[in-house]
């Protein structure tokens, strides 16, 4: 039993159907296609005129079977979605591999005991691990007695460059703990990078007595 497909809107469209079990292989492009194979066909425009009719035929497994003639086979692009499925990972994999990467060597420094007034210097020493230019786009700190100094040029791939901050400690007693974000190009959210300078501070200087 046979019915007809109307294809007056099938420009363009993407059709999936089984080869006939008597049918193995395209007539154009000799696509080896096995019979009850699924595969996909992208008819290019104008294939089948405006007013073509397009016969089909029951499915072993339901459905129905687009039949084509040989003419028409050479009328249309046919692929597998089983290897596009099998071809997207690797084309998903190359297109994440084509970022840039920052990769720090540590998030925490701890300086210690430090006497009140001192300037405490730190740098984040960091390296694109990526394929492509790494940018830093921010830096900022959690207090303004700490301040970043950070390359404004794009970092290769490959190489290695540091955020120097510096943390004042003027007017700050007991222990600290301050915090540093870099931003980057990379997609977020892994485009934020956190760092933390912690320590204590003192201040040894007895107050004056009498108020003197």
């Not at 696509?31 to 290019?44: D, S, Y």
């Not at 190359?94 to 210097?121: C, H, I, L, M």
């Not at 190489?159 to 301050?178: D, L, P, R, W, Y």
Request: hydrophobic share 30%; aromatic share 6%; glycine share 8%.
């Amino acid at each position: 039993m046979r019915q007809s497909l109307d294809n007056q809107q099938s420009t363009g469209m993407t059709l999936s159907f089984q080869v006939g079990k008597d049918s193995t292989k395209t007539a154009e492009n000799e696509t080896a296609i096995q019979p009850g194979q699924p595969v996909q066909i992208e008819l290019n425009e104008g294939a089948f005129g405006n007013t073509a009719k397009t016969e089909t035929a029951p499915a072993p497994g339901g459905g129905n079977v687009l039949l084509l003639t040989p003419e028409e086979q050479k009328k249309v692009v046919v692929s597998s979605p089983k290897a596009k499925a099998e071809e997207t990972p690797a084309a998903q994999g190359a297109e994440q591999d084509n970022k840039p990467a920052f990769v720090a060597e540590e998030d925490t420094y701890q300086f210690g005991r430090v006497k009140q007034g001192s300037v405490v210097e730190y740098d984040i020493v960091f390296k694109n691990t990526g394929s492509v230019p790494l940018t830093l786009t921010d830096v900022k700190t959690s207090c303004g007695c700490t301040a970043p100094e950070w390359p404004k040029e794009a970092i290769a791939p490959g190489e290695t460059s540091k955020i120097s901050v510096k943390f004042n400690t003027a007017g700050k007693m007991g222990n600290q703990s301050k915090s540093i974000t870099v931003f980057t190009n990379e997609a977020e959210p892994t485009n934020r990078h956190y760092f933390r300078i912690v320590g204590e501070v003192f201040n040894d200087t007895p107050p004056a007595e009498g108020g003197n």
